[in-house]
RNA sequence: GGAGGGGUGGCUGAGCGGUUGAAAGCGGCGGUCUUGAAAACCGUUAGUGGGGUAACUCACUCGGGGGUUCGAAUCCCUUCCCCUCCGCCA
């Protein structure tokens, strides 16, 4: 959410910030709805001031056991009509609040202007693509080769998108949390949480997810609880409605969790194998920070989370996506695109994002200041990484010849020492 | 699921319907003392939204929503959450 005194102050800015976002949103409307807010508030706050005073003045009356009949009576119709403007403002209000609620974040100036992916910019890159003397194979061909993954079964215990790991398929998913676990939590200091996967519609708010993309969301029908698309939604939210210390910041957190997401409108995309799934796990990072450090938080997540693909010997690339591409609450993105020979191309493995205060404003995460003014903190998380697209990218450029799968290096000691899978 | 108790400021915890936005303590901050630190003592310390160039000022906020009243942290209704006991249970 942005700052609705900044929106006011900055219409031009924000504007700007829409169009570049190809964002559909009306401006002038809200701008209206609080100006109109605002000439209430004025006119109710008079009368209310004076039911104040006059109240007292009762009181005062009551107490001396003198007659107060006469300013009771002109109080009652002057409750009466604060109570009528109060219901009009707060319907004033609620719209505002609604429409806040839908506004995207502003990008950071540093994002460049573009429509689509096809705008975003390549940073840097990583590694090499492996050379084959072979034809390669796709994952889903490995995996079911080596029944280490079965998509039938998958399918007929839950639905399509769902898979089922087997063997050293399910060890190697388990060793890849370990082994980002381990890492992000010895050597990058995060500290690790495990968090619920179910919450509530409050905590969905909060990070963005509500209002407006409720239908990418599993829901339990009896409850107010949703599964989460991501461990940044409750991570983010274990200090929602809190002022935390200065000297804490910046907090830095990691968690595994399966993540879950309905990938509505993602019909015919990546259909095949375990690219898009229904269910997933995932490594999240997750900062606050006061504002002014963090973009600097932003690049050493970003290092964190390729530090992951390092250690794995894969192939990747970083990319800062354009205004067009960047996600509703991220005012700044950076993606981390693996090899997939698969694909003969990238495939997003990881994603880097500071949303300032963004989610905070909505969540409500403040901190107060040596001065003791209390200020929004910053909220970043990126994933370090997406566990389902690990495995499959190792099972593609780790492949042989015969079909066998060699294991990374630093995963061995996670799966019994084992190095190869055939 | 059944019975009871409770939700107040950064935290703990008072609060006869009318200077209670809120005592007290802790914590935080500033100061005195000290070579320095601690202790002690003194002072200070809620947030949000309006208006104003500003000094400043007004409104709202005691889990959420609604009601009674001239006036609600205090009374009523409703809802959520937490705790205790019982039941059930990985």
Redesign the pocket.
Known sequence: MLD??FVRENADVVKMALKNRRSNIDLSRFLELDKER?RL??EV??L??T??????E??KL??EKRDAEEK?FS??K??KKI?DMDIKV?EIESKLSNFMLEIPNIPHSSVPVGVDENDNKTIRSWGESPEFGFEPQAHWDIGVNLDILDFKRGVKIAESRFTLLKGFGAKLERALINFMLDLHTDEHSYTEIFPPVLVNSKSMMSTGQLPKFGAELYKCADDDLYLIPTAEVPVTNIYRGE?LKEKDLPLKYTAYTPCFRREAGAAGKDTRGIIRQHQFNKVEMVKFTKPEESYDELEKLTNNAEEVLQKLGLHYRVIELCTGDLGFSAAKTYDLEVWMPSYEGYKEISSCSNFEDFQARRASI?YRM?S???RFVHTLNGSGLAIGRTLAAILENYQQEDGSVIVPEVLRSYMGGVEKIE
Do not use: F, H
Not at 51 to 56: C, D, G, K, L, V
């Open positions: 609705v005194r605002r508030l004025v706050e008079g209310k001031s039911r104040n005073i006059i109240s007292e009762i009181g009551k107490r009771v109080m009652r002057l409750s109570k707060n002022i403040r040596k003791k003014k209390v």
